[in-house]
């Protein structure tokens, strides 16, 4: 090999390694390679999201945005509380699992490119999304910020079959915060992946955040969030005081 790069010795910097996710009763994990997230994808949050004048116009079509790979926490654990705000916020979202590419994807197609589903938390600076939202801004860092996005391991489709309908839960210190069932998204997981396949093609190692139910609120240091949704699994995360103050 005279052209390629040789791992260990041509590298400016070392590669970083890839995220992965593990896989509930398998061996092997999942590779991350990008993170979608659906903007608004349950009626009741879309709401309670809206300024009180915008209360009683309808709501809109969803939207996608990115956290980048590095932001996944496998498994959940300690999330340092983030620098740069004063209110985080959980939101607790099916994540769907992209096991093939695909583009301008049928909703039936979508559907078959799933490998599988884990319960995920798009935590939220939301004092910086509600700025960058007035100042018509992009929401990167209320979103994407290290960590923001914990994930449990994949209940791998094959086992469970498509998810249409289940109870998703969060709670703070044991309280239940968020209680709602996957049935009421607005745009089904076949719909929400065809629709963002119009806009990019989609990979293996594609993860798509769903969206939240109504019920989001803030965290504190020292708080344990856990996080359900019926036949995937949960996920357990706590705030941790940041280091280096
Ligand atoms: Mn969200």
Known sequence: MSDGVRPGSDWIVEPPPTPTLPI??????FPVVRI???GRNYEAH???MQSASDRRSKVGAPFFFLK?????????????YPDDTGLLHHEVELVVALGMRGRKLSESE???LVYGYGVGLDLTRRDRQTEAKAR????????GFDRSAPCSALMPESRVGPLRRGRITAAVNGEIRQDADLSEMIWSVPRTIALLSRQVEVLPGDLLFTGTPAGVGPVE???VVTA???GVGRLEVSVEPRDGG
Do not use: M, N, Q, Y
Request: glycine share 20%; aromatic share 4%; charged share 20%.
């Open 136 to 143: 018509g801004r992009p929401w990167s860092l209320a979103k």
């Open 68 to 80: 980048p790979a590095s932001a996944l926490a496998p498994g959940g654990g300690p999330v340092p």
């Open 36 to 38: 979608w997230c659906v």
């Open 24 to 29: 509930v009763g398998e061996e092997g994990r």
């Open 110 to 112: 979508a559907g078959s």
């Open 46 to 48: 879309a709401r309670e």
């Open 228 to 230: 359900e949704v019926a």
């Open 221 to 223: 240091v020292g708080d």
